[in-house]
């Protein structure tokens, strides 16, 4: 009769009918009030999303693998943590050597392995903002099954340094590896009967397990850094700080890790380069070889000779030799996604692209990589190709809304309401309660100006998911518009209690406090910024801001250069590095500068006024007076200063940049 029941149970899950799987389980349980059963009943109300029935069901009966698996699941989601986070580890012994069953992909798995709990309990942590024990946990998530691509994301996401090839040494074999009851602390068979311990290893842990972390770098970076390492002398490379492994970190018996970042954000910036592993050097060298083919179909014709079906054969098995097996072409796609995912999430955004970029055209056309790419772009202030990327995910996967609110963002920048206006409907009416819908629609109010309404549509989203750290991002810099400071900063803050490495976050802290003249915490919040992403030119040029506005004029210089690197098109770093120039009396470069960025920018008013006023102090007064003449024609609001300069164009100044404003109103000084 049990049996008979489980498998209507089975039927039901398998053909998604998890409404019917309850009705059975429940006659199951009824009938049979065995633990084995509770858990199938926990585990149908699980899959139906009763989050809270399954948490009462075995509240009380979390005392094995699979009961404390689906019991914490529950936990997580209704945001108890600390019950979840108890349950695992009151009988960690009991599952932390499960191996992962890799080998038939027709057996039905009910049974979580140490991998997945590891996962499982790293997202509670993670959830209870402690985040060194979320990293370990997906570390040995990974050590245990590396091919838990999740807990890589979740990881490198926490910004741990990581070696990518570690990850995928000695993989684990795709064989059925069986369930042995002896590991669990009851012997009763869970979901059905338990297979053969025949094939199971005696010890999974004793295989060689590499270290995943990077040489000298450890834990140290989940903790914001307390000290400025951006000193005050530029002539310091400006570098992320490289601590060594912390003495708690060497006691534990991590093995392996992984990365991801969400990078994102209503802040527009870039990053840098990186040294490229010797391992993704060989894989560029040359192209990913074809899939496997089967030989089932390549037969020699009825008509060839015996021996030239002996050399067909000879032939066909020489190129199979050649060609990589299932699982080695797994491993190379797997390894080059997993080096962009990590350089992405350290902001090396040359380097993810061309990890992503080397990938064959059919993984390059799937949805993860084509919102990858788009965020790579996004991140290089390149929002063009970034929109280019997200459009061609919208039109072969019209349905995804995940990186949408990144894609909207873009078209912030790039001005584009009509296709705002249209994606804004579309994430509406397809995912009315997804947080990126409303985050999308609040970018299309902010580009109207409509700030009131944005902010509405912000605590929308903060109301479907108070984690979305994208939401509070943008809602300081709806409240920042509105002059409403204060809210501002503590809309930043929330984002970087939920993600410390949310660095548009830090950045948006150091805005405000540059527009209310707080240079010294400006300076702060910019460098704390800049830690995070070291490659970005617009912290680079908030940082040279604060030292012009501390008449550093030489270390401004610096940062200035340094954001024109990062960035050659950056209009606002090449004007303040021209500013830096003239008050340091440099007027050739300065004009060098302003020439260039005239290409750039050639309709920005302060550009050809500055260039006027440069003119005139060298004594050219035609080209004085043509490019004056090209400022009052573009700003209206300044033509009495302009008509000033033009009317004493041969009266000598000495401050030229006494009258100049800045190009960006926002970065107004």
């Known amino acids: 009769m049990s049996e008979r029941l489980r498998s209507i149970i089975w039927y039901s899950i398998d053909i998604q009918d998890y409404k019917n799987a309850i009705f059975f389980a429940e006659r199951l349980y009824t009938m049979e009030g065995s633990l084995d059963n509770l858990c199938l009943l926990a585990h149908t109300h699980l899959l139906q999303l009763n989050y809270a029935m399954t948490f009462q069901l075995l509240e009380k ?23 979840g986070i108890s349950a695992l580890e009151m009988t960690q012994e009991s599952w932390r ?12 798995r009910t049974r979580p392995d140490a991998g997945s709990m590891f996962e499982l309990l790293g997202h509670l942590y993670m959830k209870s903002g402690i985040v060194k024990k979320a990293a370990e946990c997906f570390a040995e998530a990974l050590s245990a099954n590396p091919y838990l691509f999740t807990a890589f994301q979740s990881l490198v996401a926490i910004g741990v340094h990581i070696s990518v090839e570690e990850i995928f040494t000695n993989m684990p074999a795709f064989s059925i590896q069986e369930y042995s009851p002896s590991e669990t602390t009851t012997p009763t068979p869970l979901f059905g009967k338990v297979p053969s311990a025949a094939n199971t290893p005696t010890n999974p ?3 060689y397990v590499p270290n ?17 390492s951006l000193n005050t002398d530029p002539s310091n490379k400006f570098s992320t700080p490289v601590p060594s492994f912390s003495a708690a970190l060497k006691q534990t018996p991590l093995s392996r890790a992984g990365t991801n970042v969400t990078p994102n954000d209503a802040s527009r910036f870039d990053t840098g380069t990186r040294k490229t592993p010797a391992l993704f050097q060989d894989l560029r060298k040359t192209v990913i070889p074809p899939r496997p083919v089967s030989t089932a179909t390549l037969t020699a014709p009825a008509s060839s000779t015996s021996a030239a079906v002996v050399t067909s054969k000879k032939a066909i098995r020489s190129e199979q030799a050649a060609r990589p097996t299932d699982e080695e072409y797994i491993i190379t796609i797997l390894k080059l996604i997993a080096q962009g995912c990590y350089a992405l999430a350290q902001y090396d955004l040359p380097e993810a692209l061309k990890c992503f970029q080397a990938l064959p055209l059919a993984e390059q056309n799937s949805s993860f990589i084509l919102a990858k790419l788009g965020l790579v772009y996004f991140e290089l202030v390149q929002y063009d190709k970034a929109v280019f990327y997200f459009e061609k995910l919208r039109r072969g996967y019209p349905a995804r809304i995940e990186d949408m609110e990144v894609y909207s963002t873009a078209l912030w920048h790039l001005q584009k309401k009509v296709e705002l206006s249209y994606l804004a409907h579309e994430a509406l009416e397809l995912h009315p309660y997804a947080p990126q819908s409303w985050c999308i629609l609040a970018n299309c109010f902010s580009l109207q100006r ?14 479907l998911d108070s984690t979305f750290e994208y939401a509070y991002t943008l809602q300081g810099h709806e409240y920042s518009a509105n002059e409403e400071y204060e809210k501002a900063k503590t809309s930043f803050r929330r984002a970087i209690r939920i993600n410390i490495r949310h660095y548009n976050a830090w950045y948006g802290i150091g805005m405000v406090y540059l527009k209310t003249g707080r240079n010294d915490q400006a300076d702060f919040h910019f460098k704390k910024a800049a830690e995070i992403n070291p490659h970005n030119s617009v912290l680079m040029t908030c940082i040279g801001m604060i030292y012009e506005r501390m008449k ?45 960025l005239k290409v750039l920018a050639p309709d920005e008013a302060n550009v050809h006024f500055l260039l006027g006023k440069l003119y005139k102090r060298m004594k050219k007064r035609s080209l004085a007076m043509r490019h004056l003449t090209i400022a009052w024609n573009l700003d209206g609001k300044a033509n009495h200063i302009i008509k000033e300069s033009i009317e004493h164009l041969d009266v000598p100044e000495e401050n030229l940049l006494g009258e100049t404003g800045e190009i960006y109103k926002n970065l107004d000084e």
């Open 61 to 83: 009966h979390a005392i094995n693998p699979i009961s404390c698996y689906t019991f914490a699941k529950a936990c997580l989601y209704l945001g108890k943590y600390k019950q």
């Open 97 to 108: 050597r499960l191996p992962p069953q890799l080998g038939d992909s027709t057996v039905r």
């Open 205 to 207: 842990t004793s295989s």
């Open 212 to 228: 995943i972390f990077a040489v000298g770098k450890g834990f140290e970076y989940l903790q914001t850094p307390q000290n400025n």
């Open 450 to 463: 409509e700030h009131s309404q944005a902010l509405k549509c912000i605590t929308r989203a903060i109301q």
């Open 552 to 596: 550093k004029f030489t270390y401004a210089l610096e940062y200035y250069r340094r954001a024109c690197v990062l960035d050659e098109k950056s209009s606002l770093a090449r004007f303040k590095k021209a500013k830096v120039l003239v008050s340091l009396r440099e007027y050739s470069k300065a004009l060098e500068e302003l020439e260039a």
